[in-house]
C-alpha cells in the first residue's frame, strides 16, 4: 500500500462534502475518482496533496514517496519557450550531464590520485545518469509535447502567449516527465483532442507508478484504471474494473438495495396486518401470538430507503413538426483563415433521423463547420441546403447564444414569453436551477451551469434537426448520461461535434472525420470507427476514386456504404437453426397458469378458514353466555356438556389459528 485515506471528513459552513471517506492506492495501482459535480472530487485530491486541511481523517503517504499534483487550471508565467519549459523538469539529468562534459575535459590533463579521484566521480555519475535515462532526455520531452497535441512548429512560442489550455497541456507534460511514485490528475482529458486523449491512455496505462484520475471521459476511464472510487451524498464506496464494470455493479448493487427495501416494506405492512387481525380475533392466545410477532417486528434492522439520485436533469426533447428526408446537403464547401484551408470542396448529406458525429484534432474546422451550416460564419465556396420544413436548434460550446447580462430567468422568459413564471421555473428546477439560482446572471455561472441554460433553451425549441458543439462539456457523468438517453429517444436529427468518444459511441449512427482537408464518413459508431479508421485513411491517401463501395464507409468525394459492411446487419436467412422460443413460450404461459391456479386456491382457503375461526368464536362467546345462567349451572349433566364443547373448540381454534398464520404468510 503507497496511499492510505481514513476517514476523511470536509465540510463548507453547513454542507458536508466528504463525510469518512476511505480508501487505499496499491503500489502500481491505476484508480479513478468518480462523482455527480460537487461531490468533492478535486477537494480530496486537494486534501491529499495538502493544500486543503482534512476537518477529520489521516492521510498516510509511503514513506519516501512522492507525489504529482495536476489542478484543473493552471498559469504558468514564464518567459521560457514551450521546450524549454518542459526541458525544465530534466534539470538534473540536465546539470549531471553538464557535469560529466566538464570531468571529460579536464580529466585530459590530470594524473595520479587526483586523476583517479575525478574517474571514480565520472563513473558513479555516468551510472546515475545511466538510470536517469538522460541519453533520452530530449528525445521524452519531444515525444510527451507531440503526444500533447503540440507540432515542433510550436515548440519555440513563448508560454506567456498561449491559451489557458495549452498551459494546462504544458503543465501535465511537465508532471508526467517528473515522473512521482503517485499522479494525481484533475480533468487531465480537458483541452486535448482524440489523438493526444488515446496517446495518454497508453502512457499512463504503462506509467510504472501509482495514478489517481477524476474524470468524466468514460471511455478513458475505462482504458486506464483498474479501481474506481465513487463519492456519492459525502460517502465513498470502492470498485473493481474500470468505469463501465463500475456503471454495471453500480446499476445492480442499487436494483438489489431498492428490491430488498420494497421487500422489507411489503413484509412490515403484512406483519402488521397479522398483527391487526390476531388481536381482532380478541381471544387469550391470539393476542399472546400477536404480541409475539411485536417482539419479533421490533427486532427487525429497519433498511434505510435508497437515496434518490440527486443530479438528475430532465431532458425531454421532441421535435415540433417532423422535416423531410433530406435534412441537410452540403456541397463544393470550403473554408480557409488567414490563407491556412480548413477543409475544401466537402460534400455530403444528412437524413432525417440520424445522428452525426463530427470527430478530428483540434483547429481541423469542425466548430467552423457548425458555425457555416448556422450562418454564423461565411463559407468561401460551396452550398449549404436545408430539407423541407428544418427548424434548427443550436447548442453552442462558447454559449454565444446566451445573453451574459441577463438572470437565468430572463434568458427564458424573453426566449419563450408564452411561459408563466411557474412554467418557467418548473424547467429550471429540471435543469437542477432552484430558489435564488434563477436570478443569477449568467455572466455568474460557471461552464457547466450556462450549458444546462442551453439544454434547457434546447429543449423548448422543439427543433427537428438539433446542431451540438461539445454538448458534453462541463457535464458530469450522470448528466452526459441522462443526455445521450434524450438524444437516443430524439426522433429528429442530430449533427454534432465532440470529443467524448464514450458519448460517441453511446448516441452516433454515423461519424464524419475531419482530417486531411476534407471528410471521411464512417456508418457506426465510435467503435466501429476504431475498427476502420487505418483502411479508410490508408484508402484516402492513395486518392481511392469516388464511386467504389469501401466496406461501410465513404469519404465526402461520395463513397456509398456496402450495406454487408453495417455493424448493426445481421443475415436473417439462417436456415440451420431450429426456432426454440415457442415451446419455451408454451411452458412459460403453463407455469403461469399453474401458479395463478395455486394462488386462488391459498386465497380461498384463507377465506374459509377466517369463516370457520369466526364460527367457532361465535360459538365459544355464545357457550360462555349459557355458562353464566343459573338454570345451566344447576344442570350437571348440560354443564359438562358445554364444557366439553368449549374445549373442543379451543383446540380447533387453536389448529385453525397456526393454520391462518401460514396461509396468511
Sequence with gaps: MILSCSNICKSFGSDTILDHVSFHIEDHEKAAVVGINGAGKSTLLKIIVGEMAADEGVVALSKGKSLGYLAQHQDLNSSRSIYDEVLEVKRPVLDMEKRLRFLEQEMEGKSGEELEGMFREYNRLSHEFELAEGYACESQVTGVLKGLGFSEEEFSKTISTLSGGQKTRIALGKLLLSSPDILLLDEPTNHLDMESIAWLETYLSNYTGSVIIVAHDRYFLDRTVKKIIELENGKSSVYSGGYTAYSEK????????????????????????????????????????????????????????????????????????????????????????????????????????????????????????????????????????????VHIGYYDQEHQVLHMEKTVFEEIQDAYPNMNNTQVRNVLASFLFTGDDVFKRIGDLSGGERGRVSLAKLMLSESNFLILDEPTNHLDITSKEILEDALNRYTGTVLYVSHDRYFINRTATRILELTGRTFINYIGNYDYYLEKKDLMQALSLSGNPGGKEVSGAFTSGGFSASSGAHPLKTSSGDSGQKDVSQPDSKLDWKAQKEEQARIRKRQNDLKKTEEEIHKLETRTSEIDELLTHEDVCRDVSRLMELNTERESLEERLMELYEQWESLAQ
Design 250 to 389: 453500480k446499476a445492480m448493487l442499487r436494483q438489489a438495495q431498492i428490491k430488498a427495501y420494497l421487500n422489507q416494506q411489503q413484509e412490515i405492512r403484512h406483519q402488521e396486518e397479522v398483527i391487526a387481525k390476531l388481536k381482532s380475533f380478541n381471544r387469550e392466545k391470539s393476542i399472546k401470538r400477536a404480541e409475539s410477532r411485536e417482539k419479533m417486528l421490533a427486532k427487525i434492522e429497519i433498511l434505510e430507503k435508497p437515496a434518490e439520485i440527486n443530479d438528475a436533469m430532465e431532458i425531454r426533447l421532441e421535435p415540433q413538426i417532423t422535416s423531410g428526408n433530406d435534412v441537410l446537403t452540403v456541397t463544393g464547401l470550403s473554408k480557409s483563415f488567414d490563407h491556412l484551408p480548413l477543409f475544401s470542396d466537402v460534400n455530403f448529406e444528412i437524413k432525417r433521423g440520424e445522428r452525426v458525429a463530427v470527430i478530428g484534432n483540434n483547429g481541423t474546422g469542425k466548430t467552423t463547420l457548425l458555425k457555416i451550416i448556422n450562418e454564423m460564419v461565411p463559407a468561401d465556396s460551396g452550398e449549404i441546403r436545408l430539407g423541407s420544413k
